[in-house]
């Protein structure tokens, strides 16, 4: 069983920036995408980011310009690095990981981690 942790989230002021990572414990693994997940109080899950393991990117338009997705693919680690927080980024931020199995994938994900931006 592959689990993801998560680290970075908390209280900021609006304006302010916090970095999350995410890697999966235990051994290495090969992982293909990796991303970005959030879910605001009272709302439905939404993307954030993404990069694949060669490296292409999608962001969310609510997020990009403000917001960047960067992994390190030797310490099979993700990051998302927030800048100019708005309180309507409030959500608990979930990755997950693609990881394969065979002929497909299967996706992982960390337990959430709470971003609060107060205004």
């Known amino acids: 069983q592959v689990k993801l942790v998560e680290s970075g989230g908390g209280l900021v002021q609006a304006g302010g920036s916090l970095r999350l990572s995410c890697a999966p414990s235990g051994s290495m693994f090969s992982i293909n995408t990796m991303g970005w997940h959030r879910q605001p109080p009272g709302k439905q899950r939404e993307l954030v980011a993404t990069v694949t393991s060669r490296g292409n990117l999608n962001y969310a338009d609510s997020v990009k310009g403000r917001f960047t997705i960067s992994r390190d693919n030797a310490k099979n680690t993700v990051y998302l690095q927030m800048d100019s927080l708005k309180p309507e980024d409030t959500a608990v931020y979930y990755c997950?990981?693609?990881?394969?199995?065979?002929?497909?994938?299967?996706?992982?994900w960390g337990q959430g981690t709470q971003v609060t931006v107060s205004s």
């Open positions: 997950y990981g693609d990881f394969p199995r065979g002929s497909t994938e299967f996706r992982y």
